[in-house]
Nanobody
Framework: QVQPVESGGGLVRPGGSLSLSCTAS????????VGWFRQAPGKEREFVAA????????KYADSVKDRITVSRDRANNRVILQMNSLRPEDTGVYYC??????????????????WGQGTQVTVSS
């Protein structure tokens, strides 16, 4: 299998922080965009953040701006999603995806071809 692998999910209190990692398994992020999406029960999968590996350019959903940061760890072929000031509505399964979307589709599901299995993030007191 060649797919991204997420890690770092868990239970965190409202207002707390959590760091998620996405690591390529069997391939490199080179020339790819790495996107983070999340899905809550009964809701559609939604975009969270993305980064272009080579350029380092980022994009964020309005709902998470100023609370999350996506960055690259070049040495370990890893993308980190640092989440702060978490809210209960941030709860969901977080997926890492890779692909080669044009900029206009970097925040869309269709822009990605490889998906991880997801990691659960629960924000609750």
């Amino acid at each position: 299998q060649v797919q991204p692998v997420e890690s770092g999910g868990g239970l965190v209190r409202p207002g707390g922080s959590l760091s998620l990692s996405c690591t390529a398994s069997g391939y490199s992020f080179s020339d790819s965009a790495v996107g983070w999406f999340r899905q809550a029960p009964g809701k559609e999968r939604e975009f969270v953040a993305a980064i272009r590996w080579s350029m380092g350019s980022t994009k964020y959903a309005d709902s998470v701006k100023d609370r999350i940061t996506v960055s690259r760890d070049r040495a370990n072929n890893r993308v980190i999603l640092q989440m702060n000031s978490l809210r209960p509505e941030d709860t969901g399964v977080y997926y890492c995806a890779t692909g080669r979307p044009i900029w206009s589709t970097i925040a869309t599901i269709g822009g990605y071809s490889r998906w991880g299995q997801g990691t659960q993030v629960t924000v609750s007191s």
